[in-house]
């Protein structure tokens, strides 16, 4: 989870110090790419679930020590695509990492729609569409509070750093001593997921310049996903 540390020599207008009407229009445009983030992602899915081979690829990858090779890819992917955002002002880069951000989270669902559709049964779009109605649900309250509240919620960097590590740890534990992490954990990564919420959209208020709300969409459309995956993990084990 990267943090953007505007260099002293730039002159880029930080949104902190920006008049309302000029933050209504920065916070309208990082939620248009968001929102444009999650319909590309939708569409890029339906693609995927389209192509045979890739699908057959994507799920051969879900079992034991290549599951781990994936998650370590997608991060490695993910990671790089936050850095390009973030570190930089050019509009073209920004975008490049969101599209690459967007391609890649679609590539890792693939397993876990399908899980979710077949173990479902004819239920199974119902419950994709319960679980993305949930995720919404909490991540239009948890924004709501940043933006009523208007707290600093940078704080919890360090928090969701270990959080995250440790939950690394027990899925690569869970995978070498073949355990399953069970429903416990999906609800601790709920509330991990809603934390970087709050996290990111405080970001949002404090954090960027006015150019960068193609990289502050991305990191909301990332905080998102995770909710999404891990309501959508709890359904799916109903």
């Known amino acids: 989870m990267e943090e953007y540390r505007p260099e002293q020599k730039q002159p880029y207008t930080m ?3 920006l008049t309302g009407d000029a933050k209504a ?7 248009t790419h968001l929102a444009l983030a ?31 090779l994936l998650l370590g890819g997608f991060m490695l992917v993910t990671s ?3 850095r390009m955002a973030l570190n930089s ?29 077949m173990y479902a049964g004819d239920g199974g ?5 319960q679980a993305a109605v949930v995720t919404l649900s909490l991540f239009l309250g948890l924004s709501a509070i940043v933006f009523i509240t208007k707290k600093d919620f940078s704080f919890l960097r360090s928090f969701l750093t270990i959080g995250f590590f440790v939950a690394l740890g027990l899925i690569v534990a869970g995978v070498a001593f073949g355990f399953n992490l069970g429903l416990v954990f999906s609800g601790g990564m709920v509330v991990l997921a809603a934390g970087s919420i709050l996290y990111q959209t405080s970001n949002l208020v404090h954090r960027y310049s006015e150019d960068q709300y193609v990289a502050a969409s991305l990191g909301l459309f990332a905080s998102l996903m995770l909710l999404f995956w891990y309501v959508l993990s709890i359904f799916s084990s109903d």
Do not use: C
Request: proline share 3%; aromatic share 20%.
């Open 15 to 17: 949104v902190a110090t």
């Open 25 to 31: 229009v920065f916070y309208r445009k990082t939620y």
């Open 38 to 68: 999650v319909l590309l992602f939708i569409l890029v899915e339906v693609v995927f679930f389209q192509m045979p081979g890739l699908l057959n690829f994507a799920l051969s990858l879900t079992q034991g020590w290549t599951w781990l």
């Open 80 to 82: 790089y695509a936050e």
């Open 89 to 117: 002002h050019d509009r073209n880069t920004q975008y490049a990492a969101l599209l690459l951000y967007v391609v890649a989270e679609a590539f890792i669902f693939i397993p876990l729609i399908f899980m979710g559709m």
């Open 125 to 129: 779009m119902h419950i994709i569409s």
